[in-house]
């Protein structure tokens, strides 16, 4: 689910910018960006997102800024005093000149020492505090943006169980056309004198039965009923919700396959289309 929150805390002379945004995914998939100093803490901060965020690919980064003159690393001096005796006698037994010691001593292990200091507690504590109040205000977007997605949700419903009500009209004229249809073309393979009314108007009766879409109408109205009433309960989520949207898609298939006239095809096409935005929409819901 789409959504946005950043917080900045202040350490001595750090300081510490949470941030972290999301767009939609069907699994949780965290990418983060921290610095080496709190590299140790990533599966504690790993945690804290799983908790808030069930679903969703989010960028979680921290930053820090004013770290003042710190050095992060030291020249090990004996170190390399000791490397460069040992060249330069080398050097000079075997004769060589024009040496680059300082480029040949610079690519030897343990000449750099790491002063980078190590995390304390308190500085922890400041950085999930930080952390914790960028996922308060990532959920609040969350929850902001979920009241546009319900009203979106509800409209888009609307709209399906409106277009189910213009198809009655278009079926009523589909039936009776097709009935006519069928009369004229068993009289003209038989003869209008040599058709059985009695025999005729059984097998009318058998295929308009097959191109009835009453069944499917009162299906597609419960289901889109119980999209609204599970929206709007308390045990909502976007997996329960992508159910009952298949099941929508089923009876609007359906709808389609049994019109067998082209206004009807025009508002099932219609459908399909608010349905398949439904279908988006739900990705942004947990």
């Given at each position: 689910m789409t959504g946005y929150g950043k917080a900045v805390a202040e350490f001595e002379k750090k300081q510490i910018t949470v941030e972290m945004r999301s767009v939609n995914s069907k699994q949780l998939d965290v990418n983060m960006r921290i610095p080496g100093l709190y590299r140790e803490k990533e599966l504690e901060l790993r945690q804290l997102i799983a908790q808030k965020a069930e679903r969703g690919k989010i960028d979680f980064s921290v930053s820090l800024?004013?770290?003042?003159?710190?050095?992060?690393v030291a020249l090990n001096r004996h170190l390399v005093k000791a490397y460069f005796h040992e060249l330069q006698t080398i050097t000079m037994e075997t004769g060589q000149h024009h040496v680059d010691y300082v480029g040949i001593i610079s690519k030897l292990p343990e000449?750099?020492?790491?002063t980078r200091p190590?995390?304390?507690e308190q500085e922890w504590l400041m950085l999930?505090?930080?952390a914790e109040k960028a996922l308060h205000l990532f959920d609040d977007f969350r929850i902001a943006e979920g009241e546009n997605l319900q009203h979106d949700l509800r409209q888009r419903i609307g709209n399906i169980q409106k277009l189910?009500?213009?198809?009655?009209?278009h079926e009523v004229r589909r039936t009776e056309a097709y009935k006519l249809r069928l009369e004229q073309k068993v009289k003209d393979a038989v003869g209008a004198d040599f058709v059985d009314a009695n025999r005729l108007e059984q097998e009318l009766i058998y295929y308009i039965e097959k191109i009835d879409i009453t069944e499917e109408k009162v299906r597609l109205t419960s289901h889109c009923n119980y999209f609204i009433e599970t929206m709007q309960g308390?045990?909502?989520n976007g997996r329960k919700l992508g159910f009952i949207s298949q099941?929508?898609?089923r009876e609007i298939n359906t709808i389609g396959s049994k019109a067998n006239d082209a206004e009807m095809q025009k508002l099932v096409v219609v459908m399909k289309d608010e349905l398949e935005k439904v279908k988006e929409?739900?990705?942004n819901i947990l």
């Open positions: 800024d004013n770290q003042g003159d710190e050095k992060s000449i750099w020492n790491n190590e995390l304390t999930k505090h930080a189910l009500s213009e198809i009655r009209p308390p045990d909502n099941e929508i898609g929409q739900l990705l």
